[in-house]
């Protein structure tokens, strides 16, 4: 590609980072509809001054799960609490506009900072603000993102998101400012790397203990209570299973947050999260925590803050591929999984649960991608057709008996043992695809999901027959790749927990991502969602809708769809009462 030539993102919004490559990156200096509604939109990043808002209380936020630790690439939900105690390099409004976060400026082509390379890499140089510090005021520097990245690539170290990472030949800090990221293919997100990504680590503080004792720099209190993180807000008490006190940081990049202490109380049930916003004991809560339901129930209390929905994460039926001593043996059958996926009834899910504020889904592709609407034409979808399932099981050999119950040759009933998520709304949708295999002759056993064993990697990894889970819907959140795939030797890190591999699929999504052309950026995509959908091992059921609900008088909450990859707390140091 020509030095000069623009680099398209392969994300949901091509044209913003055209406009992030040329010589107009200071377009993107305001946050407009994104940012709080005071009426005139805030410079972005920054923190309302004190003489512009009224006096903060603490903020309350319930979460229904409790962090295990802080670090980001430590956590599988790090989207939703890594943005209090972590910054990053760029940050993403929810229209996935990228703005600059502790690096001074994103990388261009124009401005020499990224370059593609004549073997086909990818630079891009970083210049971090000279003002950002950690919150113990020491300078963050280079060498802390030098330093995460070897951390991250150590086996020894338990790591749960590597997105970047993985995609990177080498970090090195040039000087104190200055950081250089080799890429090792093209990678259109190379110049937004955002948040959960790619936070920095304390060199000075933790690269001693990693020296000398990995066992206490993988298990120490450096990453729980004692974390002192880059991000606005800092931790000042941590009360297990109860709650988490953080007090703004000083010396936060953007300026002290407006309000002083954010409080997250950990309640596990959704519907006692809205008896708790009803009751003003609690001012926030989002869809990790508490779903549609509750938000439905909320506004027909009348309550007086405000619910916001957004399309969110999808709902995806992964079947077991790795036998782990107790897997059904039907669905390595390919016949077998896309009649179960044929019998599921996704429109009447999507109309009965969610009076139609829901997508109907079937391949990895946000709607909102431009490559969509070519996709949705030309990519097989198993669209609901019972007549079709039961000719498939009957050409695997499952025939629907009198008793409603499909059988082998053998008399072996066909049973897919289903883990689900652990909200109500989840199970709801995990009964509703138990009913309709139910309809077609397959006996599903459904595993409600406690909280707590949503960090149990092995268990998540270990499951019989189908997993039913969601996750953020972004291109980069296509995680059925080898590099995913969770093991034993590997501590059971990684999110491909069903173990599904296609090297074609694996190549043709890699291609997609770091295409230039938009052309061949679509070609890609669709041969690699065709194999996905041939292969029938990871399937959508819909995009279930985010819910993110607010106190009366708080401002600059602004919730992404689930297209973005950013929590509901990705502007938390601009959030302030009115």
């Known amino acids: 590609m020509a030095r000069n030539q623009t680099v398209r993102t392969p994300g ?23 940012g709080p509604s005071t009426g005139q939109a805030p410079v972005a990043g920054a923190t309302p001054s004190a003489s512009a808002v009224a006096p903060q209380k603490a903020l309350m936020i319930a979460l229904a799960f409790e962090p295990a630790v802080l670090e980001p690439s430590l956590l ?16 993403l409004t929810p229209r996935q506009e990228p703005m600059p976060y502790l690096a001074a400026e994103l990388p261009s082509i124009d401005a020499g900072t990224w370059k593609t390379l004549p073997d086909g890499r990818m630079e891009t140089t970083y210049h971090l603000r000279p003002d950002a510090k950690w919150q113990d005021g020491q300078p963050i520097t280079a060498a802390d993102f030098a330093f995460a990245y070897q951390v991250r690539l150590d086996p020894a170290f338990p790591v749960q998101r590597l997105n970047v990472e993985h995609r990177l030949q080498s970090v090195t800090a040039l000087d104190d400012t200055t950081l250089l990221l080799v890429w090792k293919e093209p990678y259109g997100a190379a110049g937004m790397v955002a948040p959960p990504d790619f936070a920095p680590m304390h060199h000075e503080l933790l690269a001693p203990m990693y020296e000398t004792d990995k066992a206490s720099f993988v298990e120490g209190p450096q990453w729980r209570d004692a974390f002192i993180g880059s991000g606005p807000y800092r931790v000042e008490r941590w009360d297990p299973g109860t709650e988490i006190d953080f007090r703004a940081n000083d010396g936060f990049v953007f300026g002290k947050p407006a309000i002083d202490r954010v409080v997250v109380k950990i309640i596990p049930d959704a519907n006692t999260i809205a008896a708790n916003l009803l009751g003003h004991t609690v001012d926030v809560a989002f869809s990790q925590s508490m779903g549609f339901p509750q938000g439905q129930s909320l506004e027909q209390a009348a309550w007086d803050g405000q619910v916001q929905y957004q399309p969110g994460n999808p709902r995806i039926l992964e079947f077991q591929t790795r ?61 609901y057709d019972p007549a079709r399932a039961a000719a498939l099981l009957q050409e695997a050999g499952w025939v629907k008996g009198s008793d409603g119950v499909a059988r082998n040759a053998a008399g072996e009933a066909l049973e897919i043992p289903m883990q689900n998520q652990p909200s109500d709304f989840d199970e709801q949708e995990g009964l509703v695809v138990a009913s309709d295999w139910k309809a077609a002759g397959i006996t599903s056993d459904v595993h409600r999901l406690a909280t707590q064993e949503l960090t149990d990697n092995q268990l998540r990894v270990t499951f019989a027959g189908v997993s039913y889970g969601r996750r953020a819907f972004t291109l980069d959140d296509m995680i059925w790749t080898s590099t995913q795939v969770p093991t034993p030797e590997n501590r059971w890190t990684g999110q491909n927990r069903s173990g599904y591999v296609n090297p074609d699929l694996e190549s043709l999504w890699g291609k997609a991502l770091g295409a230039i052309d938009p052309t061949e950026r679509q070609a890609s995509l669709i041969q690699a969602l065709q194999i996905e959908m041939s292969d029938a091992v990871v399937s959508l059921t819909h995009v279930q809708p985010n819910v993110m609900a607010t106190s009366a008088g708080l401002a600059g909450p602004a919730m992404p769809d689930g297209a973005v990859a950013a929590g509901a707390l990705w502007n938390v140091w601009q959030w302030h009462w009115q």
């Open 76 to 91: 599988n939900v790090s989207r939703e609490i890594a943005p209090l105690t972590s910054a990053f390099l760029t940050y």
């Open 323 to 383: 036998d782990w001593g107790q897997a059904q043996q039907a669905v390595t059958d390919v016949r077998v999984r896309r009649a179960a996926l044929y019998a599921v009834d996704r429109q009447a899910m999507v109309d009965n649960i969610y009076g139609g504020k829901s997508l109907v889904a079937y391949f990895w592709l946000p709607p909102s991608d431009p490559a969509f609407p070519a996709a949705d034409r030309e990519v097989q979808k198993y669209a």
């Open 12 to 34: 949901v919004q091509l044209h913003r980072l055209r406009r992030v490559l040329g010589a107009c990156g200071a377009m993107f200096i305001c946050l407009a509809a994104c």
